[in-house]
């Protein structure tokens, strides 16, 4: 099931304030990730460094991440329907000129009374 882009960026959006910096050294058992306001995550374990980085990083980068997504599937379902209407105006055209290559002008007349565009 593909995750819920509205509601992953309204979470970004709730967090606290970043950018976020990870704080760590590599003789402590931990690492911190801090903002201006203090700090809001510990990080323990062998990953410890990576792991603060990559909350670091995420708090930044998921949000821009997220809206280049949504951007991009607009744009998707945008040219879907672009690329739609385009077919639907080569099927007309193509049964016109098929039409007129059989010599049934009727045919066309009927296709471009009936409001059809080629």
């Not at 910096?21 to 995550?41: C, K, M, R």
């Not at 990559?54 to 997220?66: C, D, H, K, L, Y």
């Not at 945008?78 to 385009?86: G, N, S, V």
Request: net charge negative; with cysteine.
């Amino acid at each position: 099931m593909p995750r819920d882009l509205k509601r992953d960026l309204e979470m970004c959006k709730a967090v606290t304030p970043g950018p976020f910096e990870a704080v760590y050294n590599d003789s402590a058992s931990f690492a911190v990730v801090s903002s201006e306001s203090g700090g809001i995550a510990l990080c323990t374990g062998s990953n410890r460094a990576v792991n603060a980085n990559f909350v670091s990083e995420a708090r930044t980068g998921w949000p821009e991440a997220i809206q280049r997504a949504m951007a991009a599937e607009a744009e998707v379902e945008k040219l879907r329907a672009e690329m739609h209407k385009m077919r639907e105006t080569e099927d007309i055209r193509m049964r016109c000129l098929l039409a007129l290559y059989c010599g049934n002008c009727e045919t066309v007349k009927g296709i471009l009374g009936s409001g059809e565009t080629p």
